[in-house]
């Protein structure tokens, strides 16, 4: 390919993919199921259609290698995709590496980000179950908007529940969800009983995932008109993030490279499995040696630092016991300003994938993140998340190794999403106000200390 057509590499509509790819059916080792908490018995579906449809459950179990992506599902992809594969060459050049450097880039879908690649097949499997309205959580809001507006498109109801500290940091993401008829509330909230009983404890919580988790199951379960969808950790929404990479190889192979390295960043996991599982296929059923590595905040560590161990999804309680990497599910995370990073647990698949020596982990603190993403806009002409930020950051480190050691290896990552609805971010670091975050062992031993205890 001439280096001028390099610069950026299209599919055509014809070459979006047709199917999901499941990962499941090439993993090394099975995973363990998710438990019922009271029983401590495998959860099974009755134990799940309360608040999920019995074909999002169906893909959540499966071990089939592909599943079908329905034609009204790839109808709105096609508002976006396939999304374009750059090469950044800008970028290659400030950083004067022998590196070539291409990014996947998502947040050219109508939600800026990656996520409406789940939003859009959830709301569909719900519509199609007769479900009228569906809540969920969002953290730095770019969920939230994707599920609004999937939402819209097949005309359910939708509340959402924001995490309090991004409520405040990004009020235009609240204001794109209430565009598209979302209901939104700063939690916690004193719409259920589990953000009430933290606002008793804690009037000043600045809220996390798990507590906003709560409170949108916690929700769902009291309509049975009412489901809840979730935008990470879960296995069918990384199934439908597999998309990002199936094409990402296809552009990959047209631009005639293969990459020796594949990064995103990482806090449930799906924008990362969604790039990584095709990548992942190859190395375990191919034996390629790509490396696969998944970057979080050195502020909320889980696949670093935390413990691999059956924990709840939220902190009420309410979910069941997933297998994964966990800070433990009362840990409270710094209010960073990668709020869709503060999670704290991690997708049970990316989980036993870094468990097996398959997916590396790294861990990024805020200010080197936010020095990356300038040096990123600079070159390249894009505001990156700051979520992105943290790939991008590991970017940076692996292309200055290959200077030193004077290699050409070839990098891909994942631009999640584009940041500028997080520009008040942007605004405090240029205005020197953020700082880093490091987790004290003795906050980290304390929080894993409060583990359910399973099997004994």
Not at 135 to 164: I, P, R
Request: net charge neutral; with cysteine; aromatic share 8%.
């Amino acid at each position: 390919m001439s280096e001028n057509n390099e610069i950026k590499i299209l599919l055509t509509e014809k070459e979006m993919p047709t199917h999901w790819y499941n990962i499941q059916a090439d993993m090394p080792r099975q995973m363990d199921p998710p438990l019922n908490p009271v029983t401590g018995r495998p959860v099974g579906p009755d134990d799940l259609k309360a608040i999920f449809p019995l074909s999002l459950i169906g893909q959540e179990v499966s071990r089939e290698r592909w599943i079908e992506i329905p034609e009204e599902v790839r109808e709105i992809y096609r508002l976006w995709r396939p999304s374009p594969l750059m090469r950044a060459r800008r970028l290659e050049k400030a950083l004067d590496t022998p590196a070539r450097i291409f990014y996947k880039y998502e947040g050219v879908s109508p939600a800026g980000s990656h996520k409406l690649n789940t939003a859009v097949p959830q709301a569909y499997f719900n519509k199609q179950e007769g479900i009228k309205r569906l809540t969920t959580e969002t953290g730095a809001g770019q969920w939230g908007v994707a599920l609004s507006q999937a939402c819209n498109f097949f005309g359910l109801e939708c509340t959402v529940y924001m995490v309090k500290v991004s409520y405040q940091q990004k009020p235009y993401r609240r204001s794109m969800m209430e565009i598209f008829g979302s209901r939104v509330f700063a939690s916690p909230s004193r719409e259920t009983a589990a953000g009430r009983k933290i606002l008793q404890e804690d009037p000043d919580s600045p809220g996390s995932l798990g507590i906003a988790i709560s409170e949108a199951v916690e929700d769902a379960a009291g309509r049975n008109d009412t489901n809840y969808a979730l935008g990470s950790v879960l296995n069918h929404v990384l199934l439908h993030q597999t998309v990002i990479g199936l094409e990402a190889r296809e552009q990959m192979a047209k631009a005639g490279y293969y990459p020796d390295v594949v990064i995103a960043c990482c806090g449930g996991g799906s924008n990362f499995g969604g790039l990584a599982f095709p990548f992942a296929h190859d190395k375990i059923t191919r034996g390629t040696g790509v490396r696969l590595v998944a970057v979080e905040p050195t502020a909320c560590p889980t696949l670093t630092r935390g413990r691999f161990t059956y924990d709840f999804g939220d902190v009420a309680g309410l979910t069941p016991l997933l297998p994964m990497y966990t800070l433990g599910a009362a840990f409270m995370p710094p209010g960073i300003h990668a709020g869709g990073l503060r999670y704290h647990g991690d997708s049970p698949l990316v989980s036993r994938l870094v468990q097996d020596g398959i997916v590396e982990a790294r861990a990024k603190n805020q200010l080197e993140t936010f020095k990356s993403a300038i040096l990123f806009a600079r070159s390249e002409g894009i505001v990156p998340a700051p979520e992105s930020a943290h790939a991008i950051a590991q970017v940076v480190d692996e292309a200055l190794a290959a200077r030193e050691a004077g290699e050409a290896r070839t990098i891909l990552f994942n631009l999640s999403g584009h940041g500028l609805l997080d520009l008040p971010s942007y605004d405090a670091y240029l205005a020197g106000q953020l700082k880093d975050y490091f987790l004290p062992e003795e906050a980290l031993q304390k929080s894993l200390a409060g583990l359910p205890r399973v099997g004994k």
